[in-house]
C-alpha cells in the first residue's frame, strides 16, 4: 500500500485526526486506544506483536493477516549507567522482577495496556540488539535521514 507519513506531537493529537477521519490509520499503543475502541469511533483490525495479544482478545497479528513477518513492538526496560555495580544490577533486576510478578502490579500495567514479561538483563540486550539492527538495516534500505 501506499502511505503518507503525517507527524504529529503526541499520540493525544494523533489519536484525535484519526477519530475525526482526517487520517485512516495508526500504529498506537494497545493503552491509548483502548477506551476508544468500545465507542464505535475507531476499529482495531490486528495487532503488530508476533504472537496474539491479551491485550486485544480475538484480535490477528498483521503477519498473519497478509504481511508476514512483521512483527513491531515496544520493548520497554529499566536502565543503569554503564558501569554499576552487578551487585546492584542484580538487586535491581530480582526486586523489579518481583515486583512485576505481583498479580496486583500485573493488573495495572494490563489495564494500562501493557504487557509486563520481566526478563533477564542479558535477555533485555539481545532485544536491543536485535531491534537497532532490524530497524538499522530498514532505516538504511529506505533512506530515512534527519
Same mark, same amino acid.
Given at each position: &500500500?501506499?502511505?503518507?507519513?503525517?507527524?504529529?506531537?503526541?499520540?493525544?493529537?494523533?489519536? !484525535?485526526?484519526?477519530?475525526?477521519?482526517?487520517?485512516?490509520?495508526?500504529?498506537?499503543?494497545?493503552?491509548?486506544? =483502548?477506551?476508544?475502541?468500545?465507542?464505535?469511533?475507531? =476499529?482495531? *483490525?490486528?495487532? %503488530?506483536?508476533?504472537?496474539?495479544?491479551?491485550?486485544?482478545?480475538? *484480535?490477528?497479528?498483521?503477519?498473519?493477516?497478509?504481511?508476514?513477518?512483521?512483527?513491531?513492538?515496544?520493548?520497554?526496560?529499566?536502565?543503569?549507567?554503564?558501569? %554499576?555495580?552487578?551487585?546492584?544490577?542484580?538487586?535491581?533486576?530480582?526486586? !523489579?522482577?518481583? !515486583?512485576?510478578?505481583?498479580?496486583? &502490579? =500485573?493488573?495495572?500495567?494490563?489495564?494500562?495496556?501493557?504487557?509486563?514479561?520481566?526478563? %533477564?538483563?542479558?535477555?533485555?540486550?539481545? &532485544?536491543? =540488539?536485535?531491534?537497532? %539492527?532490524?530497524?538499522?538495516?530498514?532505516?538504511?534500505?529506505?533512506? !530515512?535521514?534527519?
Amino acid at each position: &500500500i501506499q502511505t503518507v507519513r503525517v507527524s504529529y506531537k503526541g499520540t493525544g493529537p494523533a489519536l !484525535i485526526a484519526l477519530i475525526g477521519a482526517q487520517v485512516q490509520l495508526m500504529f498506537p499503543n494497545a493503552g491509548s486506544v =483502548r477506551p476508544h475502541l468500545g465507542t464505535g469511533k475507531l =476499529r482495531a *483490525l490486528a495487532v %503488530t506483536s508476533a504472537q496474539p495479544s491479551p491485550l486485544a482478545p480475538g *484480535l490477528p497479528t498483521l503477519s498473519s493477516s497478509g504481511v508476514p513477518g512483521y512483527e513491531s513492538g515496544v520493548p520497554f526496560g529499566i536502565f543503569v549507567p554503564a558501569h %554499576t555495580p552487578l551487585v546492584v544490577v542484580s538487586r535491581l533486576h530480582r526486586e !523489579i522482577v518481583h !515486583i512485576l510478578g505481583s498479580a496486583d &502490579i =500485573r493488573e495495572k500495567f494490563f489495564n494500562l495496556g501493557v504487557e509486563t514479561v520481566g526478563g %533477564t538483563p542479558s535477555e533485555m540486550e539481545v &532485544i536491543l =540488539r536485535s531491534e537497532m %539492527t532490524k530497524w538499522g538495516r530498514l532505516i538504511k534500505e529506505v533512506g !530515512i535521514h534527519e
